[in-house]
């Protein structure tokens, strides 16, 4: 179940990378990773972050769990800024917000049996004392995720990667956190695994009311677990909706490419592929007006001058394009 406060705010965010330092070791230039994001993400839901490689939502990702510290604007957890907060405020933060990256093997110590990586959050945040409260926490996650009891006394090189990703889960949830931001957790697994890894969060969400932030370029796995979805590009939220909204009635351009890519189960098997011309452009120099104007088939001049901002087309659905009627594709 959802409910209807945000749990997680963001307000204006943006993150830029000063790079090529010059002889006096100034930035030369500066990638505009991350522009001007409003999302807002409510208690228990899922919402996804879609989009090509390089759009922005890994950098969204690390910026809301502090990782990185946004250029500009604010995040708010709660209702309370947390984007500058320091010391004990970060700790008890960082205890409340976790993240699982994509690749379990390169974020778990090999040197660290499962026990001893489940134990280790749970000392950080005071979660449980003693070795016996430990114990019987590690035993309840490794329950949670489907893993065996005995799982605590091995190391991540005796696992598969379906089973390492369940330790990462286990992890993260160990400091029993309000949000978990998953960064393209399922990408590198195969596909069975993948819905497996789905099927666990889902269950994790509906048992406990966590709230995901979930990060990926597969659409058709976000189709199948998400409550809201946020497309990126360049930097930017092009459009934003309910599940509901965006596979079945999206409106711009690029979020109608990137869904005719997706394989469904229509009567005959397929959408229609809209093929966009050229690359992506540069994030050291985006375009000006709508960004994706370079690769847009319906620019005009207005496109090139003028940003487009984020309105509503209903109560549950925006989109950042200076059009109302464009062709479907
Ligand atoms: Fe295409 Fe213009 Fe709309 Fe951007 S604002 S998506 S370039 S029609």
Redesign the pocket.
Known sequence: MTDTNPLLELRHLRKHYPIKPNFWGRPTAVVHAMDDVCLSVRRGETLSIVGESGCGKSTLGKTVVRLHQPSSGAILLNGQRVDNITGAALRAFRSRVQIVFQDPFSSLNPRHTVRDTLAEPMANFGIAKTASDIDARVGHLLDMVGLPRDAGARYPHQFSGGQRQRIAIARALAPNPELIVCDEAVSALDVSVKAQIVNLLQDIQQRTGLTLLFISHDLAIVEHLTHRVAVMYLGRVVEEGDRRSIFGASR???TRALLSAVPVAAADGKRQRILLKGDVPSPIRPPSG?R??TR?P???DR?RAEV?QLRDIDRVHRVA???DN?PLG
Request: net charge neutral; charged share 0%.
């Open positions: 711009h351009p690029y709508c994706f104007h847009c319906f620019a005009v496109c487009p394009c200076h059009f464009l």
